[in-house]
């Protein structure tokens, strides 16, 4: 098994910056992808960004150019920098991996508990 624990989330007024931060613990062989995820209120759970173990990183199109997402994989973290933020980036933010629990095993998709991002008009 393996947990992902969220820190960072918080009230912020609009043009304010916050950053997110996870960790992986448990079982881990390797962790392949790992990102994020944001639902809003009333909303389906929607893509912010996500990296590669190659730090090859992919956004949702409404945070390009605000958010940045970085990984370290000594520490097995990932971090979500959000710049610029607008009362519509409101909502809990879900870390994911897919992570091995061993070399010869499948990958599988574990979720953080989520943090709660308030923004401000």
């Not at 897919?98 to 499948?106: D, F, I, R, S, V």
């Amino acid at each position: 098994q393996v947990q992902l624990v969220e820190s960072g989330g918080g009230l912020v007024q609009a043009g304010g910056s916050l950053r997110l931060s996870c960790g992986a613990s448990g079982s881990i062989f390797r962790l392949n992808l790992m990102g994020w995820y944001h639902q809003a209120p009333g909303k389906q759970r929607e893509l912010v960004a996500s990296i590669t173990g190659a730090d090859s990183t992919n956004y949702g199109d409404s945070v390009k150019g605000r958010f940045t997402i970085s990984r370290d994989n000594a520490r097995d973290t990932v971090d979500l920098q959000m710049n610029n933020l607008k009362p519509e980036d409101t909502g809990v933010y879900y870390c994911y991996a897919a992570a091995q629990a061993l070399a010869w095993a499948t990958s599988k998709t574990y979720w953080g508990q989520g943090t709660q991002v308030t923004v401000s008009s």
